[in-house]
């Protein structure tokens, strides 16, 4: 399967409809199905759209916004490595590359594909399962080096009444979603540091933030609780979920 960046969205909406009709409404309601094509047809537009060509044809779409948002994921015939070969594509893309993960709200009939091609439930919201794709999960595991730009006990530049409870830095090979190098944690030192190495144990995935934090430390702790404090002093003013590295 080829696949191309659609300059037009005629063709990936017609498809979209198509399979969405031929597939029974996609598991939806009558009443549901039309706002969801309601919504397709009000700001069809204004969306992204991935291709996947056979012989000139165009067999499947990816739809998605620029809050790195997936809308639709759709095969003719409902092929599982031509949703993988859009989700890669879309993952390699440029403007994704730095990204933590991709969200999307998925139909009832599309969420078992969905977690064969890696993406995780988080919340069910009526007949939809909101679901991310955690691009950055393959780096758990791999050793990287923090820079430390707020060392352990220094207090936060905006925050003051916040104390860093651990080395706080970035790893400079890296380039964050945000633009800037990716933030990372340092677990396990007590005392200020300038620059650490060690693997990835866990990343923290902000629900109301599009930046993520990696936690770096020389060994994997027995007790998770123990990263749960370190970080909590500035991760509690957010919304998050954690992947832990499964040795």
């Known amino acids: 399967m080829t696949i191309e960046r659609l300059e037009e969205p005629y063709d990936a909406l017609n498809l979209i409809k198509e399979v969405f009709f031929s597939h029974g409404n996609m598991g939806l309601s009558a009443s549901?199905?039309?706002k969801w094509l309601e919504l397709l047809s009000a700001k069809g537009e204004q969306f992204h759209y991935l291709g996947g060509f056979e012989n000139g044809l165009l067999e499947a779409v990816l739809?998605?916004?620029?809050?790195?948002?997936?809308?639709?994921?759709?095969?003719?015939?409902?092929?599982?490595?031509?949703?993988r070969q859009l989700i890669d594509a879309y993952a390699q893309d440029e403007g994704n590359a730095h990204?933590?993960?991709?969200?999307?709200?998925?139909?009832?009939?599309?969420?078992?594909d969905l977690k064969q091609l890696?993406?995780?439930?988080v919340s069910e919201d009526g007949p939809f399962t909101e679901m991310e794709y955690p691009l950055q999960k393959k780096m758990l595991g791999q050793t990287v080096t923090v820079t430390i730009d707020r060392p352990?006990?220094?207090?936060?530049?905006?925050?003051?009444?916040t104390i860093y409870l651990c080395n706080y830095g970035y790893v400079e090979e890296v380039l964050a979603a945000d633009g800037e190098f990716q933030d990372a944690y340092v677990i396990g030192v007590q005392e200020p540091l300038?620059?650490?190495?060690?693997?990835?144990?866990?990343i923290i995935l902000r629900k109301d933030d599009v930046e993520s934090k990696w936690v770096v430390a020389r060994d994997v702790p027995q007790n998770r609780q123990e990263v749960i404090d370190a970080?909590?002093?500035?991760?509690?003013?957010f919304d998050t979920r954690i992947l832990w590295y499964e040795p």
């Open 32 to 34: 549901f199905a039309q």
């Open 63 to 83: 739809a998605y916004d620029d809050s790195l948002r997936m809308i639709s994921l759709v095969s003719r015939n409902d092929r599982l490595e031509e949703k």
């Open 99 to 112: 990204a933590a993960l991709i969200r999307t709200t998925a139909f009832p009939k599309d969420k078992a």
């Open 118 to 121: 890696g993406f995780e439930a």
């Open 152 to 161: 352990y006990g220094s207090f936060h530049p905006h925050y003051p009444d």
């Open 194 to 202: 300038e620059r650490f190495t060690g693997k990835v144990i866990a």
């Open 231 to 237: 970080v909590g002093m500035i991760e509690q003013y």
